[in-house]
């Protein structure tokens, strides 16, 4: 199996595997040993066989993390996010079949105190960063590299933590969103306590933190972040979106769109200057459901998801847009101040929709570009913004690819993918090849 | 027919005009792949390779099954991707498909061969066959290695194994060609499976070639 690059990721995960396994045999060696009594090697045995289970439960784990499953080519630049985002956990990156993006966390690191643990096992458990992180994206067909913009909303809810929102301004807020809430309740002959309190607290949190990770996308990456995160909940979403983990998919649209809009030199003038396409809520997501006024979603969700968390949930879609410009803000200080070549500008938006977009029209990706200071490789952020620009505004000029089965716009599309994994690919080549000096 | 010095070739990679400018990317090394004086660019070799299997689909015809074609094209071969620092073995009288690192364009007033380099040659490594890229192709070479020697021969992903000449391409009149090919089969191509043997007229007309002289 090989894994894309020198990705340590996958390696450290199956010499933990292994140390399991290995652990697992040496149960096995001493309850077979002569002078072992039968009821402790029975209990032995026992333990074996749940190391053994516990391997190849592990083992699935890193299903869809080798280079025939996942594109190689992005794994590494991926890795220069997470690395720059100061993310210090041993992570490994896994492609599946489905529309799916995850960022799964594993802390398994207590094995290593077994009993019997083997030097294997202990070596593998210090080599690994834990919790272990593992970040899920669609794979083969469903995998269009643009796409991936999503990622960097993975990796911000690994940093979620870092980011403190100053929410203070916002107490009247905060009280008249529990005054609705209970008057929601008892409007429905339900009673408002601390369970509620409880409830609304934890809604509120996760709710937060979808933001903060919405917030961390957006700078990581801009226009292809937005373009990327909103087809895809079109394309994944049932419904409004909207529940006890996540606020609804046409807020977090509309936020998105907001923060696309701020300041002057914003990216949607840019976008649009240079391509002609004004980013706004018809653009790649038109068939996301707006919700609709509170009493009618209220009976709505009421269907499917407990009163309770119907009732938080309606009531919060208000409090949630008061609060969104704390979260963007605190996500965006934090970013400039820890890893400020992270974040996307409209400068450099305005750069990369100028000659790369119109090269990788004819066919040439766009893997480095030329400033007075010689050749650099070509961003990440950049190649994906270069990427949704072509497939949004472009296809009708790219060269219908002869010989090949299928729709035309598929078949550029296709391309268009081919050319920007090339670009992910050789921008990063020549990356290593300039740390090699 | 002109050739292109190195000090051409850089002036063609420099150039405003998008449509006229000679991509190939990334140069690494450009004063080392490019070296004054002399006449051609010396090209690394890429990731990713495709290995020959041993296959159930019998012998390769375009007309075995016309519509299934593309697809055993694809079964015929193993992909192996090799990334830097690490390397592939081939082994005497081995076959396999690789790629240039670099990524090429051609303007249409230039066209180009690419030649294997006279070290792997003398190693017994013959790194490409079908030599002559037309104007417009764009895309990463595919190079057809053989290894022709009695050793086996480890390969690094980075190494330059090949050097590609350019030539100016002019029309009737003997001006810059300004017509590229408009249906190559390769352009923007960044895979090195092959995908048809003949044009769809050839294929036609041999497919009826054949049901007439094999016929019942």
Redesign the interface.
């Known amino acids: 199996m ?1 894994f ?3 990705h340590p990721g996958p390696r450290k995960w199956l010499k933990f595997v292994a140390g399991i396994l290995e652990t697992g045999r040496g149960y096995l060696s001493i309850a077979a040993k002569p002078t072992t009594k039968p009821q402790d090697a029975a209990k032995l045995i026992q333990t074996a066989e749940q190391f053994g289970g516990y391997a190849y439960e592990f083992l699935q784990y890193v299903a869809g993390a080798d ?2 499953q996942i594109p ?1 080519q992005v794994v590494a630049p991926f890795q220069r996010w997470v690395d720059r985002l100061g993310i210090t956990n041993t992570i490994f990156f896994r492609a599946e079949h489905l529309p799916n993006y995850e960022l799964w966390w594993l802390d398994a690191r207590n094995f290593s105190a077994a009993a019997h643990a083997t030097t294997g096992l202990t070596k593998a458990t210090t080599a690994i960063s834990w919790p272990v992180l593992r970040v899920t994206v669609p794979g083969h067909a469903m995998g269009m590299l643009p796409h991936y913009a999503v990622v960097g909303h993975e990796l911000g809810h690994a940093i979620q933590e870092r980011l403190k929102p100053d929410f203070t301004p916002n107490q009247k807020d905060q009280s008249d969103c529990y005054d609705r809430i209970e008057t929601r309740l008892k409007a429905n002959n339900m009673t408002f306590g601390s369970a509620e309190r409880v409830r609304i607290k934890e809604i509120v949190d996760n709710w937060v933190d979808e933001l903060k990770a919405d917030a961390v996308g957006h700078a990581l990456s801009g226009p292809a972040f937005f373009f990327a995160l909103c087809g895809f909940l079109e394309l994944a979403g049932q419904g409004y979106g909207i529940g006890h983990t996540h606020p609804p998919t046409d807020l977090r649209r509309e936020l998105l769109i907001q923060h696309l809009s701020a300041g002057a030199s914003n990216f949607i003038n840019v976008f649009q200057a240079k391509t002609g396409l004004k980013i706004d809520d018809a653009v790649n997501s038109p068939h996301v459901r707006r919700c609709p006024p509170p009493d009618a979603l209220f009976t709505e969700l009421c269907k499917a998801q407990p009163k309770v968390d119907a009732a938080i949930c309606v009531e919060l879609i208000a409090y949630a847009r008061v609060v969104a410009p704390a979260i963007f803000a605190a996500a965006d200080a934090y970013l400039k101040t820890n890893c400020p070549e992270l974040v996307y500008t409209p400068e450099q938006l305005q750069i990369d929709l100028g ?1 790369p977009l ?2 990788l029209c ?4 766009p ?2 570009y030329r400033d007075a200071n010689g ?1 650099h ?1 070509t961003a990440l952020a950049s190649i994906l913004n270069i990427g949704w620009a072509a497939l949004l505004t472009r296809l009708d000029r790219m ?1 219908d ?5 299928g729709d035309p716009t598929a078949r550029k599309m296709e ?1 268009c993918h ?2 920007l ?2 670009a992910v ?3 990063e ?2 990356r ?2 300039e740390e090699c000096k | 027919m002109t050739t292109l010095s190195t000090n051409a070739i850089r002036t063609r990679l420099l150039h405003k005009d ?2 006229k400018r000679l ?1 190939i ?4 090394d ?1 004063k080392g792949q490019a070296k004054a004086g002399n006449a051609a660019v010396d090209v690394r070799l890429g ?1 990713d390779f495709c290995l020959v299997t041993a296959s159930s689909i019998g012998s390769i015809s375009e007309f075995a099954d016309p519509d299934q074609q ?1 697809l055993s094209f694809t079964k015929l071969y193993r ?3 090799v ?3 690490s390397s592939i073995v081939i082994h005497p009288h081995q076959f396999m498909l690789a790629q240039t ?3 090429l ?1 051609l303007p249409s007033d230039l066209m180009a061969y690419v030649v294997g380099r006279s070290t792997w040659g003398r190693l017994g490594l013959i790194v490409a066959t079908a030599i002559g890229i037309h104007p417009g192709f ?3 070479l595919t190079f057809e290695l053989r290894n022709l020697g009695e050793t086996p021969l480890k390969l690094f992903p ?1 190494q330059t194994v090949a050097q590609l000449f350019f030539h100016e391409v002019t029309d009737a009149d003997g001006k810059p060609a300004t017509e590229r090919a ?4 390769y ?5 090195m499976v092959p ?2 043997i003949s044009s769809k007229m050839t294929h036609g007309r041999l497919l009826k070639l054949i049901k007439r002289f094999n016929a019942t």
């Open positions: 090989a894309p690059g020198h280079a025939t190689h000659e119109d090269l004819v066919l040439v990706p893997i480095e050749v490789p060269d690819p002869s010989g090949q089965f391309r081919e050319l994994l090339k690919e050789l921008s080549a020549r290593l090849w | 998008v449509a991509v990317s990334p140069l690494l450009d990731f593309p992909r192996e991707y990334p830097f620092g690192l670099e990524y364009r764009a895309g990463s980075g408009a249906e190559a089969q352009a923007g191509t960044v895979d995908k048809r």
